[in-house]
């Protein structure tokens, strides 16, 4: 088992497709076949399953993934503070969720990169608890995510602005919007929801498990940003933030529909290692976020 090969290996899982991993890397198609076969020989698993739209992982393959990404991901970390060492300043390696980078993400950004011109900026994108697995590893040096996440003694937890959720719908359902529904009734219509271990459906099934409700989603999405254009087209009805339904709520393309109880809101946090040493372009960074959402407060 080489380097190279679990490289091999990585990429073609990332991709789902031979061919593309193959382009990526720039080598043929064979090598990268002979490579798998290889790993997979000198494993005596098999870690992909081969179809005419791809591969997909086994399930030896998907725990072999779990090592491999970690250790890629490392290896990319260090290339990237090697590559610009003198180059840069300093750089920041945040970890971010979708519904983050869609929001209050941007601003932070603009403002923190007109202060440090210099800086080199690494912007990973997953699920709040993954990102929480990352900067527990090390593989980040701060976090932005909506909570709910499992706190941890190590993780020092700020919080930056709370998120106000609501009920959304496409036109076709209008007729709902002079009535008071229950969460029961989302049962009566295709519900779209956050995929399981994410945490927005965390916050979903405790509010369900609080009201005593069994709610049964039509349809699963991996982030929230994805529920408006589905609601909006009619696919189904859907709990999103506010922010992130604005515009389509403004023209009219969804409609907030009303429920009978104020659904909890979410917040915004900033996590750190508390026992590990930042760089001086972290530290200035986690002070001009608590500034900036300060000074809003």
């Known amino acids: 088992m080489t380097l190279n090969y679990c490289q091999v290996f990585y990429l073609v899982a990332l991709h789902g497709n031979i061919t593309q991993a193959a382009k990526h890397m720039n080598i043929s198609q064979p090598s990268v076949s002979r490579a798998i076969s ?14 005419k739209s791809g591969v997909t992982l086994t399930e030896d393959g998907t ?19 090697i590559t610009y060492q003198g180059e840069m300043d300093e750089t920041l390696t945040l970890g971010v969720s979708q519904l983050t980078i869609r929001t209050i993400l941007p601003p932070i950004l603009q403002h923190f990169s007109s202060l440090n011109p210099n800086a080199n900026l690494s912007i990973q994108t997953d699920s709040s608890m993954a990102i929480v697995d990352h900067l527990m590893e090390d593989l980040i040096d701060v976090a932005i995510i909506p909570d709910p996440i499992d706190t941890k003694p190590e993780l020092e937890i700020i919080k930056l602005q709370d998120i106000r959720n609501i009920l959304i719908a496409g036109q076709k359902y209008s007729y709902l919007s002079d009535r008071t529904l229950t969460l029961d009734d ?58 992130l339904a604005k515009e389509e709520l403004e023209s009219g ?9 104020n659904l909890p809101k979410r917040t915004f946090m900033m996590c750190c290692r508390k026992q590990r040493k930042l760089s001086r372009i972290c530290e200035e960074f986690l002070k001009l976020v608590q500034s900036s959402f300060l000074q809003d407060a």
């Open 253 to 261: 393309e969804v409609i907030k529909l009303d429920l009978d109880e």
């Open 63 to 81: 725990i072999f993934f779990e090592y491999v990404s970690k250790g890629m991901k490392w290896l990319q970390k260090a290339e990237r503070e």
């Open 38 to 51: 290889l790993l997979e020989e000198e494993l005596g698993k098999k870690l992909f399953r081969r179809s």
């Open 186 to 243: 989302l049962n009566r219509y295709p519900f779209i929801t956050l995929s399981q271990g994410t945490a927005g459906r965390r916050w979903l099934e405790d509010l369900c498990m609080r009201s005593n409700v069994d709610i049964t989603p039509s349809i699963e999405v991996p982030t929230s940003d994805l529920i408006v254009p589905l609601a909006k087209y009619n696919i189904g009805i859907g709990i999103v933030a506010d922010i």
